[in-house]
């Protein structure tokens, strides 16, 4: 039976989850150098259309489609057939069947999006497209599915309120995969890679925050309690994680910096999203800590081991899930969400492990399939820019504009 | 006639102006430009990665004056530019042939 004030939210939340990519995009934008920008930018934006487009054909029936032996969907709703403004007998029962697969379809959208910020500033447009939209349909569709369509791992008790393991953990290792497979930036570590407008970035910070309300919060599914436990949620988990870091870096580096107290917000808001709507505010704040405190050392912890994830998103947004995921396992209470579980801090053990297993798989066979993926696309069309294109910047070697005349 | 090009610290522009306005300088010609002396760069800090900014932003100021008010101008450029720390920049003197105004034709002092 729909119900108007849900399908209000959830079309709402819908809207802010959109939001988010344009906002990526501008907090990746100004992080690159100002050659770079548009190309940066454009690697966020085109993924709405590609995604939302493989989305309504076949990802949505990938994901959320009838299951078949709890690994993938069937193919029943093939371009969106039987998706209609009833609602669907499976999910979210209280709104149009139609407005959660495009609820859901902006997730999809942004998943692949945090993944450039890895390579960001070095690969061709065209086969960068080809290796979005496949690993959209390896690797998203696939464990969207295990963990929320009905798959074996929901099936097995893994919890993942807003998308730890099936945006951020999946983004995170596809990340480190691809930034080791492409390689670094020509002239890593003898060139300085300052970013070009900090501004920029910090705007996109704002716009993140603030879809981050839909991404969480609407992953109640409607309008109730749980909607509003994870929106709080959310808010602490994000000024946590802002703070924790700044003081971490103001005692560590010196001084508090604006993509220092941007970073921190972004890490604590991937590090609540798994656990949003299954904590309470005081859980939240410890998540929220902790994902400022272990996204700062594992982005300190990149600079050790070499690779070029150019704008940390293994730090922030792989590592970040892979926390939040865990700290779901802790801090889980269904005092506070009756349809959860209870975390090893309320007397259940059990489901940190059931937790421990959903990230060793996910975190496997997106490694895996995110590497042939990358070497196929590899195979046909280098990923890899030209040195000389390179150095021109993606700007004007790709796209054949630039962002700021003299 | 001589030329002063003085190549300093961006907010100092204000004050300098000041003074050689009251010295009756009439104009000058002011560009922002980038270099290095024995202040050297800064040490710039982004997610803890340290990147080192060689090149410091300064301004450079020209003007082209009579020979008998270089000392002057000298004096009031130091007096309005001069902190005591490291980095606040150099006057630079030189001779000038002559001056041309391209709308009369003047020449010389008449054309400073």
Redesign the interface.
């Known amino acids: 039976m729909i119900q108007s004030g849900d399908t209000a939210f959830i079309l709402v939340c819908a809207a802010l989850v959109l939001l988010m990519t344009p906002g990526l995009a501008l907090f990746y934008g100004g992080m690159v150098r100002s050659k770079n920008v548009l190309g940066t930018i454009m690697q966020s934006i085109i993924m709405i259309s590609l995604v939302s487009l493989e989305w309504i054909y076949i990802g949505y029936s990938m994901s959320f489609g009838p299951d078949v032996a709890g690994v993938i969907g069937d193919m029943s709703h093939f371009a969106l057939s039987g998706v209609t403004a009833a609602p669907s007998d499976t999910y979210a029962t209280t709104i149009p069947h139609i407005v959660f697969m495009i609820y859901q379809c902006m997730f999809a959208v942004i998943t692949p999006a945090l993944i450039t910020g890895a390579f960001a500033e070095r690969v061709r447009f065209a086969p960068f497209c080809a290796f979005s939209v496949l690993w959209a349909v390896f690797v998203y569709n696939p464990v969207c599915h295990w963990v929320w369509g009905g798959g074996f791992l929901g099936d097995m008790g893994v919890l993942d309120f807003a998308g730890g393991l099936v945006v951020h953990l999946t983004c995170g290792v596809a990340a480190l995969v691809a930034c080791i497979a492409i390689g670094p930036r020509k002239g890593f570590r003898k060139r300085q890679f300052i970013p070009h407008n900090l501004p920029m970035t910090l705007i996109g910070t704002g716009l993140l925050w603030f879809g981050w309300f839909g991404f969480n919060g609407g992953s109640a599914l409607a309008a109730d309690e749980i909607a509003a436990t994870a929106f709080v949620a959310t808010h602490i988990a994000g000024m946590t994680g802002m703070l924790t870091w700044t003081v971490v870096e103001w005692y560590h580096a010196g001084k508090p910096t604006t993509l220092g107290a941007a970073s921190g917000a972004i890490a604590g808001l991937a590090t609540i999203t798994p656990a949003a709507g299954f904590v309470g505010p005081n859980s939240a704040v410890a998540i929220g800590l902790l994902g400022g405190l272990i996204c700062y050392l594992a982005v300190m912890a990149k600079n050790r081991f070499g690779y070029d994830d150019s704008l940390d998103v293994v730090g922030i947004h792989g590592v970040g899930g892979l926390v939040g995921t865990i700290a779901l396992g802790l801090f889980a209470s269904t005092a506070i969400n009756p349809g959860g579980a209870d975390g090893l801090f309320f007397g259940n053990p059990g489901f940190l492990v059931t937790q421990f297993i959903g990230i060793g798989i996910i975190g496997v066979y997106t490694l895996v399939i995110s590497w042939i993926i990358i070497k196929g696309v590899n195979a046909v069309s280098p990923l890899r820019m030209e040195d000389n294109a390179e150095e021109i910047g993606m700007d004007t070697s790709e796209h054949s504009e630039s962002a700021y005349q003299a | 006639m001589k030329k002063i090009e003085v190549i300093t610290r961006n907010y100092k522009l204000d004050d300098i102006k000041e003074g050689l306005t009251s010295l009756g300088i009439k104009g000058m010609t002011v560009a922002e430009v980038k270099g290095f002396g024995r202040q050297g760069g800064h040490k ?6 340290e ?3 060689d090149f410091v932003p300064k301004i450079k100021i020209d003007i082209v004056i009579d020979d008998e008010l270089v000392a002057d101008v000298v004096q009031a450029i130091s007096n309005a530019a001069r902190t005591g720390e490291v980095g606040d920049g150099k006057i630079f003197i030189s001779p000038i042939d002559d001056v041309v105004r391209i709308r009369t034709g003047e020449s010389g002092s008449d054309a400073v």
Not at chain 2, 44 to 49: F, I, L, N, Q
Request: proline share 0%; hydrophobic share 35%.
């Open positions: 710039e800090v982004y997610r803890g990665a990147y080192q900014v």
